[in-house]
């Protein structure tokens, strides 16, 4: 099969042998141009100029539009290895007015008299009008219908309002922008469709029923029309910019940051995290860990004051030991008058026209690198590696790339980071960074939201920030939990952490001097962010599969309630609530002294988490805070789910996962769940080791089906057995593969068995049926209902 880098461009047809309409002179050419079919599309010949109109995928059209028959590179937003086969479902037609072109999924319609395009879904509703002549003059210019509801193209800033929430109009640059902004050059809408432009920054202008982009990076206007729910665009704008590698398991669990740190403190509190089993994987660290500011690689290196074990690596093996990973701020500046400042002189790896300035910390002249340039990065990558990932640093917190207004300096900074990890290590990269710009999610990124300040306010914020960065692509977020700037009160410190358990990256973070650790906030407040923090511990089984999905899909583990329900009217600006993978949606506390707050559940059956109470969806419900001692969390599992949980560990894989607890609530409809695991620090998922097991269930009147199907993957995990929590009536039979299973007096005689079995009991959603069964193999089980 043949494959296609540059999708529909005059280069890629004459390699194919295809040639297109011979051009005519201008005074002969028609207005609406020759058009010509090609292999899943066609393209339309003006003269010199031509545009390809190809179906690249089932709901994915690209079009291009090359004056002249030049094409110029892609941008960064792009997957630079990406290719595509021949999509050879799609069907071309002639048609009176045009030529059409259909996949299963979607229709595009070329009509010679208006020169539209018409793009249509698989039941051919009309979703967008896109004009053809403004490509000429560098535009785009869409039409849709003006009850679509808009998304994409940005995020917020640390500090500006964000009082349009999360819909989109007006006027919008597509930029990287700073301090926890997130930017893509495209759009979406929950009516069916998305619109990615390949160009590095460019101007949209969202009307009632038009969509214009102006001002593109490149003169060959480069587009990408997505068809298909929220879920199903979001999949495909992962094939064509690129999909997320996964992080390393451990930063799925707590992260402790703090500025003003030595290696005494260090040790004294991961030593307090461990004695109150408080679960906390990794601790990241500012300018402390650095020689900041110090002749020959300053900047890179351990400072042997402060932390006098960390250049020999003997501090790395001391929290080795203790189960935490250790992340090292990193600045895209260099001190001018050292070793290293001159090397970047002499080989010209300066940002351009940038001045040297007296750096706020060290009080000495530095000068940011530009990580556009290929020579830049290649160094810059290996003297961290040298000085700073081969003593212990495995984690690279990014910050102030965001102050040259490159909308790829923080991209390629972390860039540089992570192919001189991937060609020096096995080992996961992992990162933070101050801002996003589409296609930086391949280089294992994350973001997070700035230096926000403390507060109730604070907190409420950044809620439409993270679902504002996710709606452009930004699916790994983060905060400063408890704020950066200020101290936060004890009630706040417990709601910041309640809020962050539930977030893709759990963090807390404060400026110079502030402690995030839960024992400084008083009792209470530790109380209620230890068993926040073990609750997301918990979870760990459940968030690792998503962290896979994510990898595989282009969906994370959070997304707004406008994913799963994306024409109910009352979540298409709501972030208030989210959903936490498939099957949990979370509303956290955030205003101070609340005693009652109204959650909106959508369509289906709801049960609290923490009660067991039901609700029927499709309205608010009243929840009763508990202003008193902090302790509860707004938590609904959504009917037909599956939820796997793990024993309570200190550190993710502190002990073996020999046995996994699934929380099962079945519904009427079959649902599933894609179980997942791999040895949590390589990439040798990438060749096949992890192992991937479907679990489904199903309520038929009164019996119940769980099913395990047929595992995937070559990693062999040390789990034994799945002990499975089927809520809603108690069983008076269960078979397994056809054969009746072993019944067992109650729930420790069943775990004290050693094998499969069955028992009934209760707990705070009512009746509940265990069943244990052997992991890894294929299982029909099967539960008769007690009437």
Same mark, same amino acid.
């Given at each position: 099969?043949?494959?296609?880098?540059?999708?529909?461009?005059?280069?890629?047809?004459?390699?194919?042998?295809?040639?297109?309409?011979?051009?005519?002179?201008?005074?002969?050419?028609?207005?609406?141009?020759?058009?010509?079919?090609?292999?899943?599309?066609?393209?339309?010949?003006?003269?010199?100029?031509? =545009?390809?109109?190809?179906?690249?995928?089932?709901?994915?059209?690209?079009?291009?539009?090359?004056?002249?028959?030049?094409?110029?590179?892609?941008?960064?937003?792009?997957?630079?290895?990406?290719?595509?086969?021949?999509?050879?479902?799609?069907?071309?037609?002639?048609?009176?007015?045009?030529?059409?072109?259909?996949?299963?999924?979607?229709?595009?319609?070329?009509?010679?008299?208006?020169?539209?395009?018409?793009?249509?879904?698989?039941?051919?509703?009309?979703?967008?009008?896109?004009?053809?002549?403004?490509?000429?003059?560098?535009?785009?210019?869409?039409?849709?219908?003006?009850?679509?509801? =808009?998304?994409?193209?940005?995020?917020?800033?640390?500090?500006?309002?964000?009082?349009?929430?999360?819909?989109?109009?007006?006027?919008?640059?597509?930029?990287?922008?700073?301090?926890?902004?997130?930017?893509?050059?495209?759009?979406?809408?929950?009516?069916?469709?998305?619109?990615?432009?390949?160009?590095?920054?460019?101007?949209?202008?969202?009307?009632?029923?038009?969509?214009?982009?102006?001002?593109?990076?490149?003169?060959?206007?480069?587009?990408?029309?997505?068809?298909?729910?929220?879920?199903?665009?979001?999949?495909?704008?992962?094939?064509?910019?690129?999909?997320?590698?996964?992080?390393?398991?451990?930063?799925?669990?707590?992260?402790?940051?703090?500025?003003?740190?030595?290696?005494?403190?260090?040790?004294?509190?991961?030593?307090?995290?461990?004695?109150?089993? =408080?679960?906390?994987?990794?601790?990241?660290?500012?300018?402390?860990?650095?020689?900041?500011?110090?002749?020959?690689?300053?900047?890179?290196?351990?400072?042997?004051?402060?932390?006098?074990?960390?250049?020999?690596?003997?501090?790395?093996?001391?929290?080795?030991?203790?189960?935490?990973?250790?992340?090292?701020?990193?600045?895209?500046?260099?001190?001018?008058?050292?070793?290293?400042?001159?090397?970047?002189?002499?080989?010209?790896?300066?940002?351009?026209?940038?001045?040297?300035?007296?750096?706020?910390?060290?009080?000495?002249?530095?000068?940011?690198?530009?990580?556009?340039?290929?020579?830049?990065?290649?160094?810059?990558?290996?003297?961290?590696?040298?000085?700073?990932?081969?003593?212990?640093?495995?984690?690279?917190?990014?910050?102030?790339?965001?102050?040259?207004?490159?909308?790829?300096?923080?991209?390629?900074?972390?860039?540089?980071?992570?192919?001189?990890?991937? *060609?020096?290590?096995?080992?996961?990269?992992?990162?933070?960074?101050?801002?996003?710009?589409?296609? *930086?999610?391949?280089?294992?990124?994350?973001?997070?939201?700035?230096?926000?300040?403390?507060?109730?306010?604070?907190?409420?914020?950044?809620?439409?920030?993270?679902?504002?960065?996710i709606n452009v692509g930004a699916m790994q977020w983060g905060m400063d939990g408890g704020g950066f700037k200020g101290h936060p009160s004890n009630e706040n410190y417990a709601r910041w952490i309640q809020f962050g358990a539930f977030t893709p990256i759990f963090r807390v973070h404060g400026t110079f001097d502030e402690k995030r650790q839960p024992w400084v906030y008083g009792p209470i407040a530790e109380k209620a962010a230890t068993a926040a923090i073990r609750l997301r511990y918990a979870l760990i089984p459940y968030i690792y599969s998503y962290e896979y999905q994510r990898h595989v899909s282009g969906v994370g583990l959070v997304r707004p309630l406008l994913f799963d329900w994306p024409h109910d009217p009352r979540v298409r600006n709501d972030s208030d609530a989210w959903m936490f993978g498939k099957y949990l949606l979370v509303a956290p506390v955030v205003k101070q002294g609340q005693k009652e707050k109204h959650v909106y559940l959508p369509a289906g059956e709801w049960t609290d988490w923490f009660s067991g109470k039901r609700y029927t969806g499709g309205h608010a419900i009243v929840h009763t805070v508990d202003a008193q001692d902090w302790s509860d969390i707004p938590l609904y599992i959504r009917a037909g789910?599956?939820?796997?949980?793990?024993?309570?560990?200190?550190?993710?894989?502190?002990?073996?996962?020999?046995?996994?607890?699934?929380?099962?609530?079945?519904?009427?409809?079959?649902?599933?769940?894609?179980?997942?695991?791999?040895?949590?620090?390589?990439?040798?998922?990438?060749?096949?080791?992890?192992?991937?097991?479907?679990?489904?269930?199903?309520?038929?009147?009164?019996?119940?089906?769980?099913?395990?199907?047929?595992?995937?993957?070559?990693?062999?995990?040390?789990?034994?057995?799945?002990?499975?929590?089927?809520?809603?009536?108690?069983?008076?039979?269960?078979?397994?593969?056809?054969?009746?299973?072993?019944?067992?007096?109650?729930?420790?005689?069943?775990?004290?068995?050693?094998?499969?079995?069955?028992?009934?009991?209760?707990?705070?959603?009512?009746?509940?049926?265990?069943?244990?069964?052997?992991?890894?193999?294929?299982?029909?089980?099967?539960?008769?209902?007690?009437?």
């Amino acid at each position: 099969m043949t494959s296609i880098i540059r999708k529909g461009s005059v280069t890629t047809l004459l390699a194919l042998g295809l040639a297109l309409a011979p051009a005519c002179p201008a005074t002969a050419q028609p207005e609406h141009g020759v058009a010509t079919v090609q292999p899943a599309g066609f393209a339309i010949t003006r003269g010199r100029d031509h =545009i390809d109109v190809t179906a690249i995928a089932p709901g994915i059209v690209h079009v291009h539009y090359l004056p002249g028959g030049e094409v110029s590179p892609p941008s960064l937003v792009i997957d630079p290895h990406a290719s595509w086969p021949v999509f050879e479902q799609a069907r071309v037609a002639r048609e009176a007015a045009g030529l059409t072109v259909t996949t299963g999924q979607l229709s595009v319609r070329w009509n010679k008299g208006t020169s539209q395009l018409s793009i249509e879904d698989a039941r051919h509703k009309l979703l967008l009008k896109l004009d053809l002549a403004p490509l000429a003059q560098g535009q785009v210019s869409l039409h849709h219908a003006a009850d679509d509801a =808009i998304y994409g193209l940005r995020g917020y800033n640390a500090t500006e309002k964000a009082s349009a929430g999360l819909l989109r109009s007006g006027d919008i640059v597509a930029k990287a922008g700073a301090q926890g902004h997130a930017g893509a050059p495209f759009v979406w809408s929950t009516a069916g469709y998305g619109v990615m432009v390949d160009t590095d920054g460019a101007n949209f202008v969202l009307g009632k029923q038009q969509i214009r982009v102006s001002k593109s990076s490149k003169k060959d206007l480069d587009l990408y029309v997505f068809v298909g729910k929220p879920a199903r665009i979001f999949g495909d704008l992962a094939r064509v910019s690129g999909h997320t590698p996964l992080f390393p398991k451990w930063a799925m669990g707590f992260t402790n940051s703090q500025w003003g740190i030595d290696q005494k403190e260090l040790l004294q509190i991961v030593d307090t995290y461990r004695a109150k089993h =408080i679960p906390i994987d990794n601790f990241t660290l500012d300018f402390d860990w650095k020689a900041w500011g110090d002749d020959n690689y300053g900047e890179f290196r351990w400072n042997p004051v402060k932390f006098p074990a960390g250049p020999s690596g003997k501090l790395k093996r001391m929290l080795d030991a203790k189960g935490i990973q250790l992340t090292g701020i990193m600045k895209p500046r260099l001190h001018v008058d050292t070793v290293e400042g001159r090397y970047a002189t002499a080989h010209d790896l300066w940002m351009p026209g940038e001045k040297a300035s007296k750096d706020y910390f060290s009080h000495k002249l530095v000068r940011d690198l530009d990580f556009d340039k290929p020579a830049a990065r290649v160094w810059f990558g290996h003297l961290a590696m040298k000085y700073a990932f081969d003593k212990g640093i495995v984690g690279w917190w990014n910050d102030e790339a965001d102050e040259t207004g490159d909308n790829t300096q923080f991209m390629n900074m972390e860039r540089s980071l992570y192919d001189a990890q991937r *060609a020096a290590s096995t080992l996961r990269v992992w990162s933070i960074n101050r801002d996003f710009y589409l296609g *930086a999610q391949r280089y294992a990124y994350g973001l997070w939201s700035g230096d926000i300040a403390t507060g109730f306010d604070s907190m409420a914020a950044q809620r439409v920030r993270m679902l504002s960065a996710i709606n452009v692509g930004a699916m790994q977020w983060g905060m400063d939990g408890g704020g950066f700037k200020g101290h936060p009160s004890n009630e706040n410190y417990a709601r910041w952490i309640q809020f962050g358990a539930f977030t893709p990256i759990f963090r807390v973070h404060g400026t110079f001097d502030e402690k995030r650790q839960p024992w400084v906030y008083g009792p209470i407040a530790e109380k209620a962010a230890t068993a926040a923090i073990r609750l997301r511990y918990a979870l760990i089984p459940y968030i690792y599969s998503y962290e896979y999905q994510r990898h595989v899909s282009g969906v994370g583990l959070v997304r707004p309630l406008l994913f799963d329900w994306p024409h109910d009217p009352r979540v298409r600006n709501d972030s208030d609530a989210w959903m936490f993978g498939k099957y949990l949606l979370v509303a956290p506390v955030v205003k101070q002294g609340q005693k009652e707050k109204h959650v909106y559940l959508p369509a289906g059956e709801w049960t609290d988490w923490f009660s067991g109470k039901r609700y029927t969806g499709g309205h608010a419900i009243v929840h009763t805070v508990d202003a008193q001692d902090w302790s509860d969390i707004p938590l609904y599992i959504r009917a037909g789910a599956i939820i796997p949980m793990q024993p309570p560990m200190d550190y993710v894989g502190e002990k073996p996962l020999t046995e996994v607890t699934v929380e099962v609530f079945p519904a009427g409809s079959r649902s599933s769940f894609d179980y997942y695991d791999d040895d949590g620090r390589t990439y040798a998922y990438e060749q096949g080791s992890y192992f991937l097991q479907t679990l489904s269930t199903q309520r038929h009147g009164q019996n119940v089906q769980f099913v395990t199907d047929k595992p995937r993957g070559s990693f062999k995990p040390q789990l034994a057995f799945y002990l499975l929590k089927i809520h809603g009536s108690d069983a008076r039979a269960v078979r397994c593969n056809g054969k009746a299973l072993a019944s067992f007096r109650d729930l420790a005689a069943l775990r004290g068995g050693q094998g499969e079995g069955w028992t009934t009991g209760r707990d705070r959603f009512g009746p509940v049926t265990y069943v244990r069964v052997a992991a890894a193999q294929t299982k029909n089980i099967k539960l008769a209902l007690s009437p």
